[in-house]
């Protein structure tokens, strides 16, 4: 568990992510993160937009299941 600290910034709270916390997340400064609400109430934090990862693992299941028609229009 990584410990950090809500502060306030102008009208604006902030969470600072630490050097560790970016490392984790693959992300640099001035990258977009996306923060994902759980059914539990948690909040994910995540360097991928979970939405176009979802497109992507669907457009790879239809590509298997039709590899061979795919290879055939090619």
Do not use: C, W, Y
Not at 17 to 38: P, Q, S
């Amino acid at each position: 568990m990584i410990e950090t600290k809500i502060r306030k910034v102008g009208n604006s709270a902030v969470l600072t992510l630490t050097t560790e916390m970016l490392a984790i997340l693959d992300a640099k400064e001035g990258d977009t993160l996306f923060v994902v609400r759980g059914d539990d109430g948690s909040l994910r934090v995540m360097a991928h937009d979970p939405s176009v990862a979802e497109a992507l693992a669907a457009a790879e299941a239809v590509m298997d299941e039709n590899r061979d028609l795919l290879q055939a229009l090619a």
